[in-house]
């Protein structure tokens, strides 16, 4: 199961140069915030307070929102000018408004636009900053070791653990942490842990907390626990992309014989009468989103398994605009526009590598990661009809990868059974190169297409983003790194 990031993330609002609609005072602003829910609906999230005779008013009341990185979350910001005690806004003189999305808010911190009129004129300028994500982003990081346990098993030593408790406000004792057991050992030593300071004392330091010892059989008599505790900042995925993490997108699209001809209907190239098919419909889920929390919108986009011009030579790594010294597509339609133009200049063909892809990203990966601060992250989105040919390449590239700022997403096209991606993502046990080296950490997610055919167009977005923030904050955290601009200390 995906494990989805949701966090709150508070938003202040202000406004300049609003126009005036009072006859004899200036306007009473309120600023209203809606999110798309589909259809051109738009559902209210929250509202500010009215201020007064203001042009340029500063909002006090924060407005606070549910934040998904899988999804591209619509935005509409409106400001009214309020003239009565009524809750609806129909009978309120408009003043205008903008739409954005969440992503673009949080990977700018701070966005500025001008406020529309139905009418398309400007009417004044409305400015957004996330002033922070709700949370307590400290964690409690423990050592312990005791000594002088009593002996509890009958032909050898005890096997000890330990367990955490907090009191709840009803008095009653929740378990917070259980340590790993000690097999035979009276005087052990457990490995140091984290746990979120909301988790351990639901953030007040006060609290009390309780530590009982364990041998699966409770023991009453006493014994010297020595502790080592520290304050530590856990840094979440948007403490990384508002500090300035940008996260880079390149695609690699399968163009080998056993997608089938291009110019047949039954070709999984092949362009419906709307100019669309599974390659492009995964490229547009996948990219909408990551387009957001790129600066220059300047995207890699290569091709393998095909004899492209003008040797016609197979090539596992060309570049859809056929630039190797500028592989870049301006924005997501600009990898649509390239995918079209070269798909009737190369001849499908084959095999199946995706190594030289991986290995390209973690090339450029290996370059950021000699930086000192977490300003980099990579995703890689191959989609393919799946009939891989490297697997041990492949496996390699991705155990390299591992140890690199970047997450692999496969998406899988056609009818293929898919065995082989399945086996990349690792879902069901360690992937190991073909020497037996782990990966440091799981970077490859895998979905087939063909489960989302007759879902929601937001949905293979959802499914196959959903772990890339927990793979970027878990590849943070190994190298030990803080974000660029790390958030204020809670106090």
Same mark, same amino acid.
């Given at each position: 199961?995906?494990?989805?990031?949701?966090?709150?993330?508070?938003? +202040?609002? @202000?406004?300049?140069?609003?126009?005036?609609?009072?006859?004899?005072?200036?306007?009473?602003?309120?600023?209203?915030?809606?999110? &798309?829910?589909?259809?051109?609906?738009?559902?209210?999230? %929250?509202?500010?307070? $009215?201020?007064?005779?203001? #042009?340029?008013?500063?909002?006090?009341?924060?407005?606070? *929102?549910?934040?998904?990185?899988?999804?591209?979350?619509?935005?509409?910001?409106?400001?009214?000018?309020?003239?009565?005690? &009524?809750?609806?806004?129909?009978?309120?003189?408009?003043?205008?408004?903008?739409?954005?999305?969440?992503?673009?808010? =949080?990977?700018?911190?701070?966005?500025?636009?001008?406020?529309?009129?139905?009418? !398309?004129?400007?009417?004044?300028?409305?400015?957004?900053?996330?002033? %922070?994500?709700?949370?307590?982003?400290?964690?409690?990081?423990?050592?312990?070791?005791?000594?002088?346990?009593?002996?509890?098993?009958?032909?050898?030593?005890?096997?000890?653990?330990?367990?955490?408790?907090?009191?709840?406000?009803?008095?009653?004792?929740?378990?917070?942490?259980?340590?790993?057991? *000690?097999?035979?050992?009276?005087?052990?030593?457990?490995?140091?842990?984290?746990?979120? /300071?909301?988790?351990?004392?639901?953030?007040?330091?006060?609290?009390?907390?309780?530590?009982?010892?364990?041998?699966?059989?409770?023991?009453?008599?006493?014994?010297?626990?020595?502790?080592?505790? #520290?304050?530590?900042? #856990?840094? +979440?995925?948007?403490?990384?992309?508002?500090?300035?993490?940008?996260?880079?997108?390149?695609?690699?699209?399968?163009?080998?014989?056993?997608?089938?001809?291009?110019?047949?209907?039954?070709?999984?190239?092949?362009?419906?009468?709307?100019?669309?098919?599974?390659?492009?419909?995964?490229?547009? @889920? =996948?990219?909408?989103?990551?387009?957001?929390?790129?600066?220059?919108?300047?995207?890699?986009?290569?091709?393998?398994? !095909?004899?492209?011009?003008?040797?016609?030579?197979?090539?596992?790594?060309?570049?859809?605009?056929?630039?190797?010294?500028?592989?870049?597509?301006?924005?997501?339609?600009?990898?649509?526009?390239?995918?079209?133009?070269?798909?009737?200049? *190369?001849?499908?063909?084959?095999?199946?590598?995706? @190594?030289?892809?991986?290995?390209? =990203?973690?090339? *450029?990966?290996?370059?950021?990661?000699?930086?000192?601060? !977490?300003? #980099?992250?990579?995703?890689?989105?191959?989609?393919?009809?799946?009939?891989?040919?490297? /697997?041990?390449?492949?496996?390699?590239?991705?155990?390299?990868? &591992?140890?690199?700022?970047?997450?692999?997403?496969?998406?899988?096209?056609?009818? !293929?059974?898919?065995?082989?991606?399945?086996?990349?993502?690792?879902?069901?046990? =360690?992937?190991?190169?073909?020497?037996?080296?782990?990966?440091? $950490?799981?970077?490859?997610?895998?979905?087939?297409?063909?489960?989302?055919?007759?879902?929601?167009?937001?949905?293979?977005?959802?499914?196959?983003?959903?772990?890339?923030?927990?793979?970027?904050?878990?590849?943070?955290?190994?190298?030990?790194?803080?974000?660029?601009?790390?958030?204020?200390?809670?106090?």
């Amino acid at each position: 199961m995906a494990a989805h990031c949701v966090s709150k993330v508070e938003l +202040s609002i @202000s406004c300049s140069n609003l126009l005036d609609k009072d006859v004899g005072s200036k306007s009473d602003p309120l600023c209203v915030l809606l999110q &798309s829910v589909g259809d051109d609906k738009w559902s209210e999230v %929250e509202r500010t307070e $009215r201020v007064k005779n203001c #042009q340029d008013p500063e909002f006090s009341t924060k407005l606070h *929102i549910d934040y998904h990185f899988e999804k591209v979350q619509k935005l509409k910001f409106g400001v009214y000018d309020i003239d009565n005690k &009524s809750v609806d806004l129909k009978d309120d003189d408009f003043l205008g408004g903008f739409e954005c999305t969440l992503g673009q808010i =949080v990977s700018s911190r701070k966005i500025t636009r001008p406020l529309q009129l139905k009418a !398309a004129k400007p009417a004044g300028k409305g400015t957004i900053t996330v002033s %922070e994500e709700v949370k307590d982003n400290r964690a409690v990081v423990m050592e312990v070791e005791a000594k002088n346990l009593d002996k509890k098993d009958m032909f050898g030593k005890s096997d000890p653990f330990l367990e955490f408790f907090k009191q709840e406000e009803d008095g009653k004792w929740q378990l917070v942490h259980r340590t790993e057991v *000690i097999k035979n050992n009276l005087n052990p030593s457990w490995k140091k842990f984290m746990v979120s /300071l909301h988790t351990f004392c639901s953030g007040d330091l006060n609290k009390p907390i309780k530590v009982s010892k364990g041998f699966y059989v409770q023991s009453d008599n006493n014994f010297y626990l020595h502790t080592v505790f #520290q304050l530590e900042a #856990q840094y +979440s995925f948007l403490d990384y992309v508002m500090g300035g993490c940008q996260i880079n997108f390149t695609v690699g699209i399968d163009f080998t014989g056993s997608n089938g001809d291009p110019r047949s209907p039954d070709s999984l190239h092949y362009l419906s009468p709307n100019g669309v098919n599974q390659y492009l419909s995964a490229i547009w @889920s =996948v990219g909408q989103v990551v387009q957001d929390y790129d600066t220059d919108k300047l995207f890699p986009a290569f091709g393998f398994g !095909a004899q492209v011009p003008p040797n016609f030579q197979v090539s596992h790594e060309f570049p859809l605009n056929f630039n190797p010294n500028s592989p870049y597509c301006q924005g997501v339609q600009g990898i649509v526009d390239a995918y079209r133009m070269v798909l009737p200049q *190369i001849r499908l063909y084959g095999p199946t590598n995706f @190594s030289p892809i991986i290995n390209h =990203v973690t090339r *450029i990966a290996s370059g950021a990661a000699q930086q000192p601060n !977490a300003a #980099q992250y990579f995703v890689l989105l191959i989609i393919t009809d799946g009939e891989i040919t490297d /697997l041990d390449q492949t496996r390699q590239a991705i155990v390299n990868g &591992s140890k690199l700022p970047m997450s692999i997403i496969i998406v899988g096209v056609g009818e !293929a059974d898919f065995k082989a991606m399945e086996f990349l993502d690792g879902d069901n046990g =360690v992937l190991k190169s073909v020497t037996g080296e782990p990966v440091a $950490r799981d970077i490859v997610q895998f979905v087939p297409f063909k489960q989302f055919a007759s879902a929601p167009k937001e949905a293979l977005a959802q499914s196959v983003l959903a772990e890339v923030p927990n793979q970027l904050v878990s590849y943070f955290k190994m190298r030990n790194m803080a974000p660029v601009n790390p958030p204020s200390p809670v106090k």
